[in-house]
């Protein structure tokens, strides 16, 4: 009996542990996670800046952002976000085709969720002629 109380009580303190870690962990909180940039010229390359803060208790580490094609150039902090602190991720967008456009890019990170997606949108339509 008395090993069965020791084996409960070593069970209940890592599980304790393991759901106090989960909760110190780092965790993005955006102003926005989409952005449409509605009709822009052809030819002319357009940028927004993701702003957020870092929620969680722990500094936060973005690893990598991915783009789905080379047209979508992210530009982002890579010094770890404190607790409380803000930091940017800036996209820029190469408007070469004349079409509408949807981009996710997806966000690597140490925080609470790991994989993150934003988006950026609008539609490229001809410059006008100077």
């Not at 803060?53 to 080379?70: A, R």
């Amino acid at each position: 009996m008395k090993k069965l109380i020791i084996l409960c009580g070593v069970v209940f303190l890592f599980a304790a542990v393991a759901a106090f870690r989960v909760d110190a962990q780092a965790e993005f909180k955006f102003e926005k996670e989409t952005y449409d940039f509605g009709k822009i010229p052809q030819g002319k390359p357009v940028s927004v800046e993701f702003k957020f803060t870092n929620i969680g208790d722990e500094p936060l580490i973005i690893n990598n952002i991915e783009s789905v094609c080379g047209c979508t150039v992210p530009k982002y902090t890579n010094t770890p976000v404190l607790k409380g602190k803000t930091g940017t991720i800036t996209v820029t967008y190469n408007a070469a085709a004349l079409a509408p456009f949807s981009k996710g890019l997806t966000i690597k990170s140490n925080a609470k969720t790991p994989v993150k997606v934003i988006y950026i949108k609008g539609e490229v339509v001809e410059a006008a002629a100077e």
